[in-house]
């Protein structure tokens, strides 16, 4: 099996920071994209930030210049920094990771269960 587990959701004021992390447990034998996604009452999930295992990453509009994605790969862990939080933000905040594992195992897009990240303003 493989575990997503994130942490470092909360409550917090505008103009703010969070660090979010997703450390990603079980069989594994490698992961390749990782990538932060978040959903927001009555909207759609969407994509926030991405990272591939080079180490180049991708944000949405609404994000860049404040949030800032990264990995340890020795931890199996994506992080997510943001930075000049504002309301808008308030979201369920959920990793994923594209993952192959050993065989006979199928590897493939993996969830976690989501932390919530919630700016008052």
């Known amino acids: 099996q493989v575990h997503l587990v994130e942490s470092g959701g909360g409550l917090v004021q505008a103009g703010g920071s969070l660090r979010l992390s997703c450390a990603a447990s079980?069989?594994?034998?490698?992961?390749?994209?990782m990538a932060w996604h978040r959903q927001a009452p009555g909207k759609q999930r969407e994509l926030v930030a991405s990272?591939?295992?080079?180490?180049?990453?991708n944000y949405t509009d609404s994000v860049k210049g404040r949030f800032t994605i990264s990995r340890d790969n020795a931890k199996n862990t994506v992080y997510l920094q943001m930075n000049s939080l504002k309301p808008e933000d308030t979201a369920v905040y959920f990793c994923?990771?594209?993952?192959?594992?050993?065989?006979?195992?199928?590897?493939?897009?993996?969830w976690g269960q989501g932390t919530q990240v919630t700016v008052s303003s």
């Open positions: 079980g069989s594994i034998r490698s992961i390749n994209a």
């Open positions: 994923n990771a594209d993952i192959t594992r050993p065989w006979p195992y199928m590897g493939g897009n993996y």
């Open positions: 990272i591939t295992s080079a180490g180049n990453t």
